[in-house]
């Protein structure tokens, strides 16, 4: 670390918390072992808070869809578990769609998403979204540019009626850089309890990196409005991601802060 260490972060590290932040890596890195004990305080503090705006959306029937697009390995998923691992499971839902079937082909592009939208007093949130349309199908050739083109002229209104009806509609992007992503992606195939992760898509993410950027920003320039707004996470530090991700959302979200729970 190069200084002595205070005696504050001395008795940081001397915890349960801090000795397994200190010794789950090697390397032996003790800045790492005590940014991981801050974040976990402060993790702690933002779910009470989460807590809370679950218990407001319970009490006044509130509807809450949270959106995640992002980069593959970007951390989506660390991040929806971030938030919702202390919440009420029954007041909310994770969804994660899969490809289309061929009915839903058949069916207005948005008709699959409207189905999982949240009924009263429940947040949903959706790993990757209706937004697929505007980056991951292009790119791969999942669309035709009619589609494209058809979803790029939709989506604003669709989201005004979204938020018209009442419901909250929070949107969030988590950028890594290209170098993260390799890195992030070299971890997972070396891991067998993450390798299920690897998807033919992730495989050719590097290769088709331009053009997943090319499409992101006219995404960002043509959705990006007053009223449904992105936010972008920059998630090449996944701690400071997920804090960052959760105070965001508590932000854009109208709760009771002093309500009892």
Request: hydrophobic share 35%; proline share 3%; glycine share 4%.
């Given at each position: 670390m190069g200084k002595k260490?205070?005696t504050?972060?001395?008795?940081?590290l001397?915890?349960?918390k801090g000795?397994?932040?200190?010794l789950?890596?090697e390397p032996?890195n003790i800045?790492?072992?005590?940014r991981y004990?801050?974040?976990?305080?402060?993790l702690k503090?933002?779910?009470?808070?989460l807590?809370?705006?679950?218990?407001w959306?319970?009490n006044?029937?509130?509807r809450?869809?949270?959106?995640?697009?992002?980069?593959?390995?970007?951390?989506?998923g660390?991040?929806?578990r971030?938030?919702?691992e202390?919440?009420?499971?029954?007041?909310?839902?994770?969804v994660?769609?899969?490809?289309p079937?061929?009915d839903e082909?058949?069916q207005w592009?948005?008709q699959?998403y409207v189905?999982q939208?949240?009924?009263?007093g429940?947040?949903?949130?959706?790993?990757?979204?209706?937004?697929?349309?505007?980056?991951?199908?292009?790119?791969n050739?999942?669309c035709t540019?009619?589609?494209?083109e058809?979803f790029?002229?939709q989506?604003?209104?669709?989201?005004?009626?979204?938020?018209?009806?009442?419901i909250?509609l929070?949107?969030i992007?988590?950028?890594?850089?290209?170098?993260?992503?390799a890195k992030?992606?070299?971890?997972?195939k070396?891991?067998?309890?993450?390798?299920?992760?690897?998807?033919k898509?992730?495989e050719?993410?590097?290769?088709?990196?331009d053009?997943?950027?090319?499409?992101?920003?006219v995404m960002?320039?043509?959705?990006n409005?007053?009223?449904?707004p992105?936010?972008?996470?920059r998630?090449?530090?996944?701690?400071?991601?997920?804090?960052?991700v959760?105070n965001?959302?508590?932000?854009?979200?109208?709760y009771d802060?002093?309500?009892?729970?």
């Amino acid at each position: 670390m190069g200084k002595k260490l205070t005696t504050k972060q001395v008795n940081k590290l001397n915890t349960k918390k801090g000795l397994l932040a200190l010794l789950s890596k090697e390397p032996l890195n003790i800045e790492r072992g005590l940014r991981y004990v801050d974040y976990q305080k402060k993790l702690k503090k933002l779910q009470v808070e989460l807590i809370r705006l679950q218990t407001w959306a319970i009490n006044n029937n509130e509807r809450i869809i949270i959106v995640f697009q992002g980069r593959d390995a970007a951390g989506k998923g660390g991040a929806i578990r971030r938030l919702t691992e202390r919440i009420n499971p029954r007041h909310m839902r994770i969804v994660a769609l899969s490809k289309p079937t061929e009915d839903e082909k058949t069916q207005w592009y948005f008709q699959r998403y409207v189905e999982q939208f949240p009924k009263a007093g429940e947040i949903v949130f959706f790993d990757r979204s209706w937004y697929n349309r505007a980056i991951l199908e292009p790119v791969n050739g999942f669309c035709t540019q009619e589609e494209y083109e058809i979803f790029m002229n939709q989506v604003n209104e669709f989201e005004k009626m979204i938020l018209e009806s009442g419901i909250h509609l929070v949107k969030i992007y988590m950028s890594i850089s290209k170098k993260e992503q390799a890195k992030r992606f070299a971890d997972i195939k070396s891991n067998p309890l993450k390798q299920w992760k690897m998807t033919k898509l992730d495989e050719r993410a590097q290769v088709l990196w331009d053009q997943y950027t090319e499409y992101k920003n006219v995404m960002f320039q043509r959705t990006n409005t007053e009223k449904s707004p992105w936010k972008i996470i920059r998630a090449n530090r996944k701690t400071e991601a997920r804090v960052n991700v959760i105070n965001y959302v508590l932000n854009r979200i109208p709760y009771d802060k002093n309500l009892e729970i």
